[in-house]
Nanobody, 117 residues
Framework: QVQLVESGGGLVQPGGSLRLSCATS????????MGWYRQAPKKQRDMVAR???????LYADSVKGRFTISRDNAKNTVYLQMNSLKPEDTAVYYC???????????WGQGTQVTVSS
């Protein structure tokens, strides 16, 4: 059994910053790529950022230069530092984790990020 627990969402003004965290627990052997998706109201869930076990990263064009993904393998935790936030970044952010040798993807419960003045 694998659990992902996110934290760090909230309300922030445009131009502000937030840091999301996602801790993985349970059967974490083989933990591989981790990352973040987001879903705004009435829109599909879109990839935000991804990081492999060795630190290779991938970002959506809309967040490049503003968001930074990182991970602590000792803690099985992935982070998303979000700077220069815009109203269009408002969404529920979901973290996910994949495991080597399996096709399974595990998801967190989601954390709301609202960017508004």
């Amino acid at each position: 059994q694998v659990q992902l627990v996110e934290s760090g969402g909230g309300l922030v003004q445009p131009g502000g910053s937030l840091r999301l965290s996602c801790a993985t627990s349970g059967s974490t052997f083989g933990l591989n790529a981790m990352g973040w998706y987001r879903q705004a109201p009435k829109k599909q869930r879109d990839m935000v950022a991804r990081i492999t076990h060795v630190g290779t990263t991938l970002y959506a064009d809309s967040v490049k230069g503003r968001f930074t993904i990182s991970r602590d393998n000792a803690k099985n935790t992935v982070y998303l530092q979000m700077n220069s936030l815009k109203p269009e970044d408002t969404a529920v952010y979901y973290c996910y984790a994949t495991f080597a040798g399996t096709a399974n993807t595990y998801w967190g419960q989601g954390t709301q990020v609202t960017v508004s003045s």
